[in-house]
Every structure is written in C-alpha cells, then in structure tokens.
C-alpha cells in the first residue's frame, strides 16, 4: 500500500455542519451521523438544506471557488436517520458504490405488534409505481430481487424493537417490507397507517462495515439507537 505524502489534517472545528455529527474524516472519505428530517441530496423543493451541501461547505472551508467537493455514495431517506458515507474524491466513489453490496448494514426499528417469527429474512422483487412509491411483485422482470433480515431485540404490549441486516439496498427497502410482514415502521406516512403523536420515523442506520477506498482496512460505524425509539418502547398505550 503506497502512503500518504502528507498527514491529514482534519478541518477547524469553526467549519464543522451544526446539524451534522462528524463520525470520521480522513483523506479519502468522510462518514456522519445524520438526522432524522434532514435529505442526503436535493430535490425539487429543497437544494441548500442537505447533508450534501452542508458537506461541500464544510469541505471548501468557507470558500466558495475551492474546488474540494463531497461525493455521493449512497442515500438515506429524508426520514431516516443515521450512518451515511460520502467520498471526497471519484476514485474513493467508485471503490464503495462497487463494494457496496459486500458492506454489512445495521440498522434498528420500531414497528407496530408482536412478530409471530422473531427472526427471519423477508424477500420480494421490488418495484416502483408512477407515484414514485415503492412495492413488492412476484415477476422478476418488474422488479428488482430485495432481501431483509431482522430479529426481534425487544417487544411491548403493541410494538416490538427490530435489529435489522440490509442485505440487499433498494428504495424504502426496509419500510416496504415490514409493511408487506403487517408491521409498519412507526411513523411511517407512506407506507404506514396514519399516526398522531409520533415525532418521526422510527427508522435508524445504525451501523455500517466497509473496505476503505485507499487502505484496503475494513473500518466499522457505529452511532447508538436513538433515545426516542427507546422511550417510545416504554410508553403506556393510551
């Protein structure tokens, strides 16, 4: 493995993205924990509040001609919180979206009821309607073959907390699945029940494993399950 000709260094503190938490940095990628409500990319509506532009500023350290810039590997959704990797350089891109499907992704969710199996592996071919709303279909030419596992880590009178393996990654993957298993992820608007009361979609990347672009070292992410999911496991039904 050829080195570095000079040691990173990491960018001032006085540059970091508020809304964003650094998980790690180096010459070749850059790895955060991003919130819940927040888009990875821009869309129609929204082109200045995401991960991707706070990121750019963040890389150009206040300079606006600076030719640094973030690449984007993978996607969250918008009401999905968590591990989310970006490139700093096309080489580093094109290594992880190659790997990508070698990586090991955890993630962890609360969903409605008792799951009668408390672990298993959910499979369906996944496709996409005109409304850009994700489902599943038995024929192999519509849609794409999706796989997710899940164990059941804790449960309560009417929900029950999932750890989950991403073993493939199509859109709303996860959300679709566990709606098709009669277990909606807790909050979710599209593919769920309508809910009051619930402050976000109680869906959380929780950890991630790759091959670095330049090392070759396999490096694991890891953040915590967030708080409300755990509240939320507590509270009395009303």
């Given at each position: 493995m050829k080195k570095r000709a000079k040691k990173f260094k990491p960018t001032p503190k006085k540059y970091h993205?508020?809304?964003?938490?650094?998980?790690?940095?180096?010459?070749?990628i850059l790895v955060i924990e991003k919130p819940?409500?927040?888009?990875?990319?821009?869309?129609?509506?929204?082109?200045?509040?995401?991960?991707?532009?706070?990121?750019?500023?963040?890389?150009?350290k206040g300079v606006a001609k600076s030719r640094n810039r973030v690449f984007i590997v993978h996607r969250l959704d918008r009401e999905t919180s968590g591990v989310?990797?970006?490139?700093?350089?096309?080489?580093?891109?094109?290594?992880?979206?190659?790997?990508?499907?070698?990586?090991?992704?955890?993630?962890?969710?609360?969903?409605?009821?008792?799951l009668t199996q408390k672990e298993g592996v959910i499979t369906s071919y996944l496709a996409e309607n005109g409304v850009h709303k994700?489902?599943?279909?038995?024929?192999?030419?519509?849609?794409?073959?999706?796989k997710t596992a899940y164990r059941v880590v804790k449960e309560s009178q009417h929900h029950s907390l999932l750890q989950i393996?991403?073993?493939?990654?199509?859109?709303?993957?996860?959300?679709?699945?566990?709606?098709?298993?009669?277990?909606?992820?807790?909050?979710?608007?599209?593919?769920?029940?309508?809910?009051?009361?619930?402050?976000?979609?109680?869906?959380?990347?929780?950890?991630?494993?790759?091959?670095?672009?330049?090392?070759?070292?396999?490096?694991?992410f890891k953040t915590e399950i967030p708080p409300y999911f755990e509240a939320f496991m507590k509270k009395k039904p009303s």
């Amino acid at each position: 493995m050829k080195k570095r000709a000079k040691k990173f260094k990491p960018t001032p503190k006085k540059y970091h993205p508020r809304s964003l938490t650094l998980l790690y940095e180096d010459h070749d990628i850059l790895v955060i924990e991003k919130p819940s409500a927040l888009l990875t990319m821009s869309n129609d509506r929204e082109r200045d509040k995401t991960a991707y532009a706070y990121l750019n500023d963040y890389v150009r350290k206040g300079v606006a001609k600076s030719r640094n810039r973030v690449f984007i590997v993978h996607r969250l959704d918008r009401e999905t919180s968590g591990v989310l990797v970006f490139a700093k350089h096309a080489d580093a891109q094109r290594h992880l979206q190659d790997e990508w499907a070698h990586f090991q992704k955890t993630y962890y969710a609360v969903v409605h009821g008792q799951l009668t199996q408390k672990e298993g592996v959910i499979t369906s071919y996944l496709a996409e309607n005109g409304v850009h709303k994700m489902y599943s279909t038995k024929d192999k030419k519509k849609g794409k073959l999706s796989k997710t596992a899940y164990r059941v880590v804790k449960e309560s009178q009417h929900h029950s907390l999932l750890q989950i393996e991403l073993l493939t990654g199509r859109k709303h993957q996860i959300r679709v699945h566990l709606a098709d298993a009669g277990h909606p992820v807790v909050g979710d608007k599209k593919y769920g029940p309508g809910e009051k009361g619930i402050k976000r979609l109680t869906l959380h990347a929780a950890s991630m494993t790759i091959t670095h672009p330049f090392s070759k070292e396999t490096m694991t992410f890891k953040t915590e399950i967030p708080p409300y999911f755990e509240a939320f496991m507590k509270k009395k039904p009303s």
